[in-house]
């Protein structure tokens, strides 16, 4: 089973510094968790890595140094307060 990834309406910004990203999966902008076990960041709901082609296309994170950045935005991203409800 793959299902079609879903891509962003046009002219989206992904919240990367608040360690938010296109999920093509949930098609919708997530949270993003950091998985210490393999150093990565993956969709909070479907738990897709960062390092998912199309997360990377969505969200153009093809430079290793944007990967890296947005790595580290959800790792410090995770102590963060979680705003709740709405
Ligand atoms: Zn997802």
């Known amino acids: 089973m793959s299902p079609k990834p879903i891509p962003p309406p046009e002219g989206?910004?992904?919240?990367?510094?608040?360690?938010?990203?296109?999920?093509?999966?949930?098609?919708?902008?997530?949270?993003?968790?950091?998985?210490?076990?393999?150093?990565?960041?993956?969709?909070?709901?479907?738990g897709i890595s960062e390092r998912d082609f199309y997360v990377r296309q969505y969200n153009r994170l093809w430079a290793d140094g944007d990967l890296d950045r947005f790595t580290r935005s959800v790792r410090s991203a995770k102590t963060a307060k979680i705003k709740k409800g709405g």
């Open 12 to 46: 989206f910004k992904p919240a990367l510094k608040q360690g938010r990203a296109w999920c093509p999966v949930c098609g919708e902008e997530t949270r993003f968790r950091y998985d210490g076990r393999l150093d990565c960041a993956r969709c909070s709901q479907c």
